[in-house]
């Protein structure tokens, strides 16, 4: 037997479980590609029963069984659900289609500003660039309709698409309630018991964090868009509860949400009105409303901050955007939160420190 055997062995161990851990990992996405419709019925339905457990849980604080506590719930979502479908859903239908219908002469008005632009730029240096700067511009907006007529008929098909996940939802949402104890007990039993306390923590405190973030954020949007469509309405400004609902998904992505809810209205106030005071209206709107949001309702209603660094903020968002989309975007930051406290027991040692090893 040769001296080196034992080495060769353990090494040929090491790049089978290596290949074993990568085919593995390449299955998993390979059947997360193929089932990803189904996972995101499941995700959307996990975040609706995340966002409503803490209900269910003061309710039966206050003496309500789960079962009847759930049945409340339900009954108030159904009330704001037929409100919503009386209401508001005309409202956005109606803003829906007068963007679509007139967004061939926005888009036409845009490319006449254009033009006029270019005719009265100076002879000076750096103007020849810019004059093809606006050429290419003007000459785009053609492929720019096709593009967004494309995308407005998509987004309509996902939607349609995903009325079945829409209706799912309610059922599924209601077993994960309802089943919550029995999922929390069984996978407590998956987790091997040396480490069950050490696991328990970290989860308690993932739960803390990212809880009072997820639910502080809906709550935030929630209320910047209700703010946000009064004053856009007062102003003449087209499709205001879109451009209202638009800025409050926006301010989901930290620092850059601001930025991006902020340019819908912009364009489309400047495309019906061409003159500079509608649009220092409009920055004056938004500038109140998200020095309001910023100085007075985040702070109320984070009371827990997930202390991420603003860079690494950014980069995670548009990191797991490009690679899940819509998801990638909701799910970055708490994904992030978790990661980086499961990282800080790792690096104090909890990792290592196994209960009643010890002794």
Not at 24 to 31: E, K, P, Q, S, T
Not at 209 to 222: F, P
Not at 246 to 258: E, H, T, Y
Request: some cysteine; proline content about 6%.
């Amino acid at each position: 037997m040769s001296p080196l055997e034992p080495f060769t062995s353990q090494r040929s161990g090491s790049h089978t479980r290596l290949i074993a851990a990568i085919m593995l990992v390449a299955v998993i996405v390979l059947i997360g590609y193929g089932l990803r419709h189904t996972i995101s019925s499941f995700l959307l339905s996990f975040v609706i029963a995340y966002l409503l457990d803490p209900l269910v849980v003061q309710l039966e604080v206050r003496r309500f069984r789960r079962i009847h506590a759930i049945i409340l719930v339900y009954l108030v979502l159904g009330v704001l659900t037929v409100f919503c479908l009386t209401f508001l859903v005309p409202m956005l239908t109606i803003n829906w289609h007068n963007l679509v219908q007139n967004l061939p002469d926005y888009l036409q008005r845009l490319k006449l500003l254009l033009a006029d632009w270019q005719a009265h730029l100076p002879a000076q240096y750096g103007s020849e660039e810019i004059r093809w700067l606006t050429d290419k511009l003007t000459g785009n907006v053609d492929t720019m309709l096709q593009a967004i007529s494309a995308w407005f008929y998509d987004f309509a098909g996902g939607v349609a698409f995903n009325v079945f996940n829409i209706l799912l939802s309610p059922v599924l949402v209601f077993f994960m309630l309802y089943y919550k104890g029995r999922i929390s007990e069984t996978l407590e039993s998956w987790i091997p018991p040396r480490r069950r306390p050490l696991v328990l923590t970290i989860s308690n405190e993932v739960n803390d964090s990212i809880g009072g973030y997820v639910r502080g954020q809906v709550l935030v949007s929630i209320m910047v868009a209700l703010v946000l469509i009064p004053p856009l309405y007062l102003l003449d400004i087209p499709s205001p509860i879109l451009c209202g609902l638009f800025a409050g998904a926006a301010s989901v992505l930290p620092f850059i949400g601001v930025v991006l809810a902020l340019l819908p209205a912009l364009l489309l106030a400047w495309l019906k009105f061409g003159t500079g005071a509608i649009l220092f209206k409009v920055l004056l709107v938004f500038s109140i409303v998200y020095f309001l949001e910023g100085y007075l309702i985040k702070p109320l209603v984070f009371k827990k901050s997930m202390n991420l660094n603003p860079l690494l903020s950014i980069i995670v968002v548009m990191a797991f955007g490009e690679l899940m989309g819509f998801w990638g975007v909701l799910l970055a930051l708490p994904l992030t939160a978790a990661i980086k406290i499961a990282w800080e027991h790792w690096l104090s040692g909890d990792f290592d420190r196994i209960p009643g090893e010890d002794a």
